[in-house]
């Protein structure tokens, strides 16, 4: 069965500081992955996806940056932490291909909170 | 820009009762989805339905895609169905996997 595990679970950090957040991917080979955001009490945005190792995509500017160093991992990154870059962040899976390939899997996140 | 609206936004119900969560979209979809999110933040995925309808325990869901809407219908309520339910579309054209979010609909369950 295909395991999707975040890290950490929550950060308090302080704005101007540098943040990692983590997804790995067990049990699914060259999954497409992406990370997604929700401002508290908001909606959830699309921040950036990958197809492969290497390759990853921009879709909303946010002073964020993402990588993928590995098949199976998912790397979300800035240098210097902005008060806005608070709240939750999800990183998710699909399938390349299939009939189930356009379905989203998501983490059980990551809580920012930036002060 | 393409457009998700939920409605209603927040709905309380007694335990027992029926629950009908509406989503309208702006443009022609390609795929819908609907998504539970717990409490704590944790996003589950309860359908993912481009068109027709579709069963799982009590929940049911429906899209009508030349109308620009689904629906998501709760049966028989219990307390643990609470939390925030999101409608999510995906157009075509968009970016890999990109689902645009409604804004959600809280719901809550009283005993």
């Known amino acids: 069965a295909q395991t999707i595990h975040q890290w950490p679970v929550a950060e308090i950090k302080a704005v101007g500081s540098p943040l990692s957040l983590g997804c790995t991917i067990k049990?699914?080979?060259?999954?497409?992955l992406y990370w997604y955001w929700q401002a508290t009490g908001g909606t959830l945005q699309q921040l950036f996806y990958s197809i492969t190792v290497g390759q990853v995509e921009s879709v909303v500017q946010l002073n964020l940056s993402a990588s993928r160093p590995k098949d199976d991992q998912f790397i979300l990154s800035t240098e210097k932490l902005l008060l806005s870059h608070s709240g939750f962040y999800l990183c998710?899976?699909?399938?390349?291909?299939?009939?189930?390939?356009?379905?989203?899997?998501f983490g059980s996140g990551t809580r920012l909170t930036v002060l | 820009g393409q457009q998700v609206q939920q409605s209603p936004a927040s709905l309380v119900l007694q335990e027992g009762e029926n629950a009908e969560l509406q989503c309208n979209f702006s443009?022609?979809?390609?795929?819908l989805q609907w998504f539970y999110q717990h409490p704590g933040g944790r996003l589950v995925s309860l359908f993912y339905n481009p068109s027709g309808t579709k069963h799982t325990g009590r929940l049911t869901s429906t899209t009508v895609t030349n109308e620009r809407r689904g629906s998501l219908h709760i049966s028989s309520s219990q307390t643990t169905d609470s939390g925030t339910y999101f409608c999510?579309?995906?157009?075509?054209?968009?970016?890999?996997?990109?689902?645009?979010f409604g804004a959600g609909t809280q719901l809550i369950v009283i005993p």
């Open positions: 998710a899976w699909s399938l390349v291909w299939g009939p189930s390939a356009e379905t989203l899997y």
């Open positions: 443009s022609t979809a390609t795929r």
């Open positions: 999510a579309i995906g157009y075509r054209g968009s970016a890999l996997g990109r689902l645009h």
């Open positions: 049990g699914k080979s060259s999954p497409n």
